[in-house]
């Protein structure tokens, strides 16, 4: 075979190749020039920025303000102002319950709306927070206030009422023996008899119990209440009177003195640490001694925070109407109603 031929095929056929190649990235070059907008991609753009004015009070002139532009995130300074709504809010509900950083303060703050007790108060290391203890010691301190104090004489006096005693002449055996907080002194029992109107249709009696706040607080306006709905209901309610120092099974000799159909004793009840000022209500029919305790009816948790004293005594008005009415009290009006 002749060598040059040779020669001159192979140029031809490398040269032909070489076009070829040259051709293939002219052709990829020109399909990638064009590019799509991607939508999506926006989440991964540099952040805006816009010119903000800062001032520098640092650099204040004696005639005026230097302000000096400069740049600054506006994202961050979104997020700079929602995690401040985030902390004020989150500060809120740790100032109002005591707890810091509550998992669900909503939740918690609906829990805190539904009762006095004292929940979500929070604790400083091992020990109630300040305004915790505090609080406790000021109600324990009104608590104790309630059980040593005595009543005014001016709101008796104001209420028309006579004032007797019990047995009792100290509240440190008032306290101890609640025995003889339920039986009147010889004097009352004179007293008593000789001031009070025999056999009525209500017996009222008003005592300090375990409370004396409880009485200032509340009493002049259930008595009041009471007083008026059982005029409206015609019933004769005889001559009511204060008993110091008494407890709720004094009504028994009460009822023994006067023969009332039925008797009503207000009185101050054991104070708590949510109020010192709740009153009761115990009602009975013909309670004489050695009546059981279901006999008697009790409408509980007269204070502001509880039933309102004037709601209180006009609903005792109508109570009163259905136990004279069935001539039973406690559990047997229950039966007899049925």
Known sequence: ??????????????????????????????????????????????????????????????????????????????????????????????????????????????????????????????????????????????????????????????????????????????IRRPDYGRKLSEEAKKIILTKCEKEPAVQIILSDGLSSSAIEENAEDVYLSLQQSLKSLGLDMGTPFYIEKGRVAVMDEVGDLLKPKVVVLLIGERPGLVSAESLSAYLCYEPRKGTIEADRMVISNIHKGGIPPAEAGAYLGTVIQKVIKYEASGVSLVKKEG
């Open 1 to 174: 075979m002749n060598p040059e031929l040779i020669e001159k095929v192979t140029r031809l056929v490398v040269e032909k190749l070489q076009s070829q190649q040259n051709d293939d990235v002219k052709e990829h070059k020109s399909s990638a020039g064009v590019k799509f907008w991607d939508h999506t991609s926006k989440i991964h753009h540099e952040p805006s920025k816009m010119p903000v004015e800062v001032i520098e009070t640092g650099k204040e002139a004696t005639d005026s303000l230097i302000k000096i532009k400069s740049y600054q995130n506006t994202n961050d300074i979104r997020k700079t102002s929602t995690d401040k709504a985030s902390h004020d809010k989150t500060k809120s509900f740790s100032e109002k319950t005591g707890i810091d950083n509550p998992a669900d303060p909503v939740e918690l703050q609906a829990l805190i709306s539904k009762t006095p007790a004292r929940i979500g108060v929070g604790r400083a290391g091992s020990r109630p927070k300040t305004d915790t203890w505090l609080k406790f010691r000021f109600d324990h301190a009104a608590a104790v206030d309630a059980v040593y104090g005595d009543v005014n004489d001016e709101l008796i006096t104001r209420l028309g009422l006579f004032k007797v005693n019990t047995m009792v002449e100290e509240k440190e055996v008032y």
